[in-house]
């Protein structure tokens, strides 16, 4: 079912149809499969299949983190770090970020680097995690939300 969803979504040896895959995906999600939960909240946070909707977003992606997901795990950070569907909170967003760094999720180190927590992702590459130490360099404001989901959005079109 999941692997259906993906052939839809990218055209993976079907015709493209979104919202079939949104649909599998969603039935897969339900029966637990966590690799549904990440892109079915993709769909919904890009609004793609389905209508586009944060608070659907971080039902799934908040399932798949408590399963493991790095990604998930990056998605929630950045939903902290935008305020999308949560209250904005950078401490929220470096503890999701460390979360899937310590997994190896490498865009998550950036966004620690990106929010100014460069001694912080420098000691998880190094196997020590820390508190985060915000560095001189921190900028006031997150990233541009455009350039965030379109980091998103490229990043899980290759996940699969």
């Given at each position: 079912?999941?692997d259906m969803s ?29 690799k549904a939960m ?27 983190a408590a399963e ?93």
């Amino acid at each position: 079912m999941f692997d259906m969803s993906i052939c839809y979504r990218h055209g993976y040896g079907a015709r493209i149809e979104i919202e079939s895959a949104a649909k599998l995906l969603a039935h897969a999600a339900e029966l637990g499969h966590t690799k549904a939960m990440v892109e079915l909240g993709l769909c919904a946070w890009f609004g793609e299949g389905m209508a586009q909707d944060d608070q659907v977003a971080l039902k799934w992606w908040k399932q798949a983190a408590a399963e493991g997901s790095a990604v998930a795990q990056y998605s929630l950070g950045v939903m902290h770090e935008l305020g999308r569907a949560v209250q904005r909170q950078d401490q929220r967003a470096v503890e999701h970020y460390c979360a899937a760094a310590e997994q190896g999720y490498h865009p998550a180190l950036q966004a620690l680097q990106d929010l100014g927590v460069a001694d912080m992702s420098q000691g998880i590459l190094a196997g020590n995690s820390a508190e985060p130490q915000h560095s001189s360099t921190r900028h006031p404001h997150p990233r541009p939300e455009p350039l965030l989901s379109q980091l998103l959005h490229s990043l899980y079109s290759c996940l699969y």
